[in-house]
């Protein structure tokens, strides 16, 4: 009975190790997500400033033709 007892605290403790890894990755992941999530709201806002300066027209060819 002992001897089970032991077995189960240690696959315990594997798991609680397991589950504190991946606690971490998805904390670092969530910061990720957050950072890359600001950084396509400000390239979104940078583009749509640039198309509102110069307005683009696809059947415009360039000056040097």
Same mark, same amino acid.
């Given at each position: @009975?002992?001897?089970?007892?032991?077995?189960?605290?240690?696959?315990?403790?594997?798991?609680?190790? #397991?589950?504190?890894?991946?606690?971490?990755?998805? %904390?670092?992941?969530?910061?990720? %997500?957050?950072?890359?999530?600001? @950084?396509? #709201?400000?390239?979104?806002?940078?583009?749509?400033?640039?198309?509102? @300066?110069? &307005?683009?027209?696809?059947?415009?060819? &360039? &000056?040097?033709?």
């Amino acid at each position: @009975m002992q001897e089970r007892i032991e077995d189960i605290e240690i696959k315990y403790l594997y798991l609680q190790k #397991t589950v504190d890894e991946l606690s971490s990755v998805v %904390i670092e992941q969530q910061k990720e %997500i957050r950072d890359l999530r600001h @950084m396509v #709201t400000l390239l979104s806002n940078k583009l749509r400033d640039v198309a509102a @300066m110069a &307005p683009f027209d696809p059947d415009e060819k &360039p &000056p040097h033709y």
